[in-house]
């Protein structure tokens, strides 16, 4: 299911990096969490087992080392290098059932090597998830529907990137989709799976997760989380990679965060949760407050879309800000089976083997989607002056 190391999205390299040059020693733990909570069985385990074993065949090839340092400038050429002798380890990852059928996924290691584990686990979760249920993707109607999305992105000028690995029916569902968007899209304007883009001459998309905030957060505390973690984005990759992500402590501590100079200096900004119109018009009235012309600024929104709601929200921000979209599970899960609604999270990190383990929170704008245990939810939530249903 996983047959190339580039089979992922491309800000797991650009944060791998990130913690290279800055936090070279910081250690992380990722959890996998499924929102529906499904109940899977010893047969699911066992094939995911084996699909993780199989994992440590996975390395860099030459070609693939010469693509990406020729079609990624911000990202030095060492950086490819260390990445060739790079193998994922099976017994790093921790899985197990739980009494209730409930699936426990864990990986600790360094976080530039910690990072690169996630999409590929949730890959794999996903697609396991679809053969157990004995789902067959029926690849004529997913064409069919397919044509029409295009269609309206094509009529609206709508532009959009590809977004849906880690939640992908399959690897070959998101390969057929991607070739036909290629074929067929006017303003498709790449994918964040860096295997795909080199398969079909596509731009890879992408810049920082959550993550890069949580961490911040955990090591220099969520008053300063956003600030640092632009901060120190900007002492890495220098004004490339200008989407800055919002909503890891909620888009209102992040709009108030936003300095002068970070919102000049970065792009734009990602829109991953809330309200999308109403985060529009505060994000615009920012920009205003700050002497900025919004119409020179860009939102990526990349929460939950489908292409209906993509032109509703192109429609707002006509004539006040511009937009593109990163759409994921719409295009490489819409298949008539309910896609799997899982993460992996950052849920604790030290800056080094000495220091002791601190837990990392995720504040969303939407409802029932912090990450984090209770207390130190509202621990964080306090710090930051915000009420529970903040």
């Known amino acids: ?76 050429g060492v950086y490819w290098e260390w990445l060739s002798s790079f193998r994922f380890q099976a017994e790093k990852i921790k899985v197990h059932l739980d009494e209730g059928g409930h699936l426990n996924i864990e990986i600790t290691d360094y976080l530039y090597k910690a990072t690169l584990y996630e999409v590929p686990l949730l890959a794999i979760v996903s697609e396991i998830k679809n053969r157990a249920l004995g789902n067959v993707a029926d690849w004529d109607n997913i064409l069919s529907k397919l044509s029409e999305k295009v269609k309206l992105s094509n009529e609206h000028q709508l532009s959009f990137s590809e977004f849906g690995t880690r939640r992908r029916f ?39 997760p959550h993550e890069w905030f949580m961490f911040h957060g955990a090591q220099f505390g969520y008053k300063h989380a956003n600030y640092m973690a632009l901060e120190n984005w900007v002492n890495v ?92 599970t719409n295009l490489t899960n819409d298949t008539g089976f309910k896609p799997s609604n899982i993460v992996m999270k950052l849920t604790r990190c030290k800056m080094n083997v000495n220091q002791e383990w601190r837990e990392c929170v995720k504040l969303s704008d939407d409802v029932g989607k912090h990450i984090g245990s209770k207390a130190e939810v509202q621990a964080c939530l306090y710090d930051l002056r915000l009420t529970i249903n903040d």
């Open 1 to 76: 299911m996983i047959h190339t190391i580039l089979d992922t999205d491309l800000y797991k390299f650009t944060t791998s990096y990130a913690y290279i040059k800055l936090f070279p020693n910081a250690m992380g733990t990722f959890s996998f969490k499924d929102r529906d909570e499904t109940a899977y069985t010893d047969e699911f385990l066992k094939r995911l087992k084996a699909a993780i074993t199989q994992l440590e065949q996975v390395a860099l090839t030459d070609e693939e080392r010469e693509y990406m340092v020729c079609h990624c400038r911000f990202l030095p």
């Open 170 to 208: 399959s690897l070959d569902v998101q390969d057929k989709v991607i070739g036909y968007l290629k074929q067929t899209s006017k303003y498709c304007t790449g994918t964040s799976n860096c295997h795909f883009a080199m398969k079909y001459g596509m731009k890879p998309m992408g810049t920082h």
């Open 237 to 328: 990759y220098d004004g490339d990679l200008g989407i800055a992500l919002s909503d890891t402590y909620t888009s209102g501590i992040f709009l108030s965060n936003l300095s002068r100079k970070q919102a000049k200096l970065f792009d734009g900004v990602r829109c991953d949760s809330g309200n999308e119109f109403d985060f529009t018009d505060k994000l615009v009235a920012r920009y205003r407050e700050l002497g900025i012309d919004p119409t020179t600024k860009t939102i990526v929104f990349s929460n939950a879309l489908d292409f209906g709601k993509a032109l509703d929200i192109q429609k707002y921000c006509s004539g006040k800000i511009r937009c593109a979209f990163g759409i994921g």
